[in-house]
């Protein structure tokens, strides 16, 4: 009977446990002005800041439906304010991370993340959902594919007195550590007549939370 009763019970979690993921899907976390994070790079002069938040710590990748940690991406939220009267423009941004070692890594695309998803086996494995999804794109399911597409930063401007936010995504497969002595760069962001304002630096290690072991 006690036997009995345990795996009925065990059921029971598992299926509530399945029946919650199965019902979770992605909402961007509430940001603040990009001055607020530890780190961040202020330009005095053109009155933007831009801050950095890597989401490396299971706390924080809760927001997630997929579980990027396991397929080796670095989610990292960057987040621009914009506190002069003029709009910028962030149509040509480049950004980068430059780790401790010098290893340049650049964003993924979203046809990255949506590859590195459906071939996990690329880069570790990757567990298969306990409940039929529906697929819209190669081995993307419907939910993946709406985080993918409302998760990263897209804004092409910030307007004056306002921010933007949006995740970047870091291929770390090959790096042991990214963001240990990590220093991000932003740059081509524009002001409102065209004109290139000077880089942005960002150490990343200021960020709160642990590097990926």
């Known amino acids: 009977m006690k036997i009995h009763r345990l795996v009925t019970g065990t059921g029971i979690v598992l299926a509530a446990s399945v ?7 992605f ?12 780190a961040h790079d202020y330009h005095s002069n053109e009155k933007v800041t831009v801050g950095l938040d890597p989401y490396n710590t299971p706390e924080k990748t809760k927001v997630f439906v997929v579980n990027y940690r396991d397929l080796d991406l ?33 964003p993924a695309s979203e046809d990255d993340v949506y590859r590195r ?30 985080e993918i597409t409302n998760a990263q930063f897209k804004a092409k401007a910030v307007e004056p007195r306002g921010s933007q936010a949006g995740f970047l995504f870091f291929d770390v ?41």
């Not at 029946?19 to 899907?25: H, I, L, N, S, V």
Request: charged share 20%; proline share 11%.
């Open 27 to 38: 909402t961007m976390p509430k940001t603040q002005p990009a001055a607020a994070y530890p």
């Open 173 to 213: 497969s090959d790096v042991k550590e990214p963001l240990k002595g990590a220093t991000f760069y932003l740059t081509r962001v524009h002001d409102a007549s065209g004109n290139d304002l000077m880089y942005f630096e960002v150490p990343v290690d200021k960020a709160e939370g642990p590097s990926k072991p």
């Open 19 to 25: 029946m919650c993921f199965a019902g979770k899907e």
């Open 117 to 146: 998803i459906s071939h996990p086996n690329a880069s570790g494995a990757r567990v298969p959902l306990p409940f039929p999804t529906r697929r819209v794109k190669g081995g993307v399911n419907t939910k993946e594919w709406s």
């Open 74 to 106: 670095l989610p990292v939220l960057m987040v621009i304010t914009n506190d002069s009267d003029s709009p910028i423009s962030l149509i040509d941004i480049k950004a980068q991370l430059v780790t401790g070692d010098g290893t340049k890594l650049n």
